[in-house]
């Protein structure tokens, strides 16, 4: 069983960064495959990067050169730095792990770009 909590989370300006972060419990993190997700508001749950055990990443085009996820395996944390943002950005992003497919959730937290 894996427990995330997602920080980090804010109000920021276009053109603003903010760094989340996400903290796992569990001694298997660093065997996990670890996202971020955003879901803006009356819209679906989107993915934005996920980060493989051996640190391979991938983006969603909407983010790619704008924002980077990493991991830091012995603190059981996986960060997602953003930078340039921009109002669409808005919404509650949401830290996901699993193996073949994300079982474990957080809560979420709210981002808010301001135009």
């Not at 012995?74 to 830290?95: H, I, R, W």
Request: proline share 3%; with cysteine; hydrophobic share 30%.
């Amino acid at each position: 069983q894996v427990q995330l909590v997602e920080s980090g989370g804010g109000l920021v300006q276009t053109g603003g960064s903010l760094k989340l972060s996400c903290a796992a419990s569990g001694r298997t993190f660093s065997t996990y495959h670890v996202a971020w997700f955003h879901q803006a508001p009356g819209k679906e749950r989107e993915f934005v990067a996920t980060s493989s055990p051996s640190g391979g990443t991938s983006y969603a085009d909407s983010v790619k050169g704008r924002f980077t996820i990493s991991r830091d395996n012995a603190k059981n944390t996986v960060f997602l730095q953003m930078n340039s943002l921009k109002p669409e950005d808005t919404g509650v992003y949401y830290c996901a792990a699993g193996y073949g497919s994300y079982v474990y959730w957080g809560q979420g937290t709210q981002v808010t770009v301001s135009s």
